[in-house]
């Protein structure tokens, strides 16, 4: 379980500095690199959600 944690807190940690960023002063191509990371990891943080395995199931089929 702590593992689990540990793995949950990073995401959410790289998620916030992604937050952080000031993507006015990044190019175009670079301001959809970040887009498409803060993307990817709210849907990897939403199938790897504990105790939400429906939520998950549910987004993996659409």
Same mark, same amino acid.
């Given at each position: 379980?702590?593992? $689990?944690?540990?793995?949950?807190? @990073?995401?959410? @940690?790289? *998620?916030?500095?992604?937050?952080?960023?000031?993507?006015?002063?990044? +190019? +175009? #191509?670079? @301001?959809? %690199?970040?887009? !498409?990371? %803060?993307?990817? *990891?709210? $849907?990897?943080? *939403?199938? !790897? %959600?504990?105790?939400? @395995?429906?939520? #998950?199931?549910?987004?993996?089929?659409?």
């Amino acid at each position: 379980m702590e593992q $689990e944690f540990k793995q949950g807190y @990073r995401m959410h @940690r790289i *998620l916030s500095n992604l937050n952080q960023l000031d993507v006015d002063r990044l +190019d +175009d #191509a670079d @301001r959809e %690199r970040v887009e !498409t990371a %803060r993307d990817l *990891l709210e $849907e990897v943080s *939403l199938l !790897t %959600r504990p105790g939400d @395995r429906a939520g #998950a199931n549910a987004h993996a089929d659409s």
